[in-house]
DNA sequence: CCAATATGTAACATATATGTTACATATTGG
DNA sequence: CCAATATGTAACATATATGTTACATATTGG
């Protein structure tokens, strides 16, 4: 998973209408209209913030008709947590090699 | 964890120099010179990422003498995980709704 | 067939983020 | 004490993201 593709999907999720809307797709798929309705901005700007969401691998659309159906890509969420637990684990490595070495000078 | 303190974490980790400081500052505590060195922008630029991972909470500095010393706040890290895993904990639920709804059609 | 509907895209204006240079502040070493 | 060092901040220029309006495209329902 390239750091590229990873930011990618920060990006994404940096904005707060299509966190919102991330949040609500998880439950179950919506389609462009629907999607649109609880917000004060523009469809179009909407429409831009799907884009972005499916740009990222975050968001799929399934066309029906005149109708796009959104659902979110679990797997890409799953990526992100990849790539946080993999920081994390770094740091927990770093830290007992830190401890150890605190350890040898004092006693 | 509102939603709000949860996208400050994905704007912070939305920027490519600040996506790489904090995958360096997992192998250890590093000095501001330090994580500005690698890259090709100016140190006060860099300064101003830390700034503002310091102030998503994803890393913290301690203060020693005229070096600042940062370190990554890898529970900062797990809330993001524990925000993508209620998503997809969301999802599945759904998922399995749909699942029902569609055998009850079918058969 | 055709008006209504659902939606994406283009072009542009504006808000926001990022970079630079100049500067302020505090600490260290001789 | 004071020059060198480490670093943050301010002010401003510029790149990038976001919003709007106008428009294009495809589908549906009578």
Redesign the interface.
């Known amino acids: 998973m390239s ?2 593709i ?2 990618q999907k ?2 994404a ?4 209408a299509r ?2 809307i ?2 609500r ?5 919506k389609t462009a209209g629907e999607l649109a309705g609880p917000y004060p901005v523009s469809r179009p700007a909407v429409s831009r913030h799907l884009r972005v969401l499916r740009e990222a691998g975050i968001a799929r659309a399934e066309v029906r008709g005149r109708e796009w159906w959104y659902s ?1 890509d ?1 797997a890409a ?2 990526e ?2 990849a790539w ?5 684990g ?3 490595t ?1 830290l007992a ?2 401890k150890d070495y605190v350890e040898e000078q004092d006693g």
């Open positions: 750091s590229q990873v930011r920060f990006i999720l940096s904005d707060p966190l919102d991330v949040r797709l998880a439950s179950g798929p979110v679990p969420l799953q992100m947590q946080l637990e993999e920081v994390r770094m740091w927990s770093a090699s830190l």
